[in-house]
C-alpha cells in the first residue's frame, strides 16, 4: 500500500507561483510512476504532468507546458509539482497518483491517490 498526501495549495493571483508537494509512505515513492492530475468544478479529471519509474522522464499536458515543472527526491520519498505564470483556468483540485506501472498519464492507470490539494487562481 501507499499514502500519497498533497500540500501546499491556496490562493493565488494570476502570473503567480505555487509549489504544491505530494509526500510518498508505505514505500519507496522511486519504485512507483508519480504523477499530478487535477479536477475543476463540473469537469473530468485531467491529467498535468508525470515522471516515468523507468526513465525519470517528465511528461506534461499542453496546456501547462513551459509554466510547470514536475520533480522528484527519492530521499525524501517526494514529489513536487512547480506552478508558474498561473493562470485562472489552472483553478482546480489538485491530485498526487502512483502506479506500479510505468507512467500515469491516464488517470484509470492510477492505483493509488492522494486526498487533493486546492489551487485557487484570481484574475
Known amino acids: 500500500q501507499v499514502q500519497l498526501v498533497e500540500s501546499g495549495g491556496g490562493l493565488v493571483q494570476a502570473g503567480g507561483s505555487l509549489r504544491l508537494s505530494c509526500a510518498a509512505s508505505?514505500?519507496?515513492?522511486?519504485?512507483?510512476?508519480m504523477g499530478w492530475f487535477r479536477q475543476a468544478p463540473g469537469k473530468e479529471r485531467e491529467f498535468v504532468a508525470a515522471?516515468?519509474?523507468?526513465?525519470?522522464?517528465?511528461y506534461y499536458a499542453n496546456s501547462v507546458k513551459g509554466r510547470f515543472t514536475i520533480s522528484r527526491d527519492s530521499a525524501k520519498n517526494t514529489m513536487y509539482l512547480q506552478m508558474n505564470s498561473l493562470k485562472p483556468e489552472d483553478t482546480a483540485v489538485y491530485y498526487c497518483?502512483?502506479?506500479?506501472?510505468?507512467?500515469?498519464?491516464?488517470?484509470?492507470?492510477?492505483?493509488?491517490w492522494g486526498q487533493g490539494t486546492q489551487v485557487t487562481v484570481s484574475s
Open positions: 497518483a502512483a502506479s506500479s506501472g510505468v507512467l500515469v498519464t491516464i488517470k484509470t492507470d492510477c492505483d493509488y
Open positions: 515522471i516515468s519509474r523507468i526513465t525519470g522522464n517528465t
Open positions: 508505505g514505500r519507496a515513492n522511486s519504485n512507483y510512476a
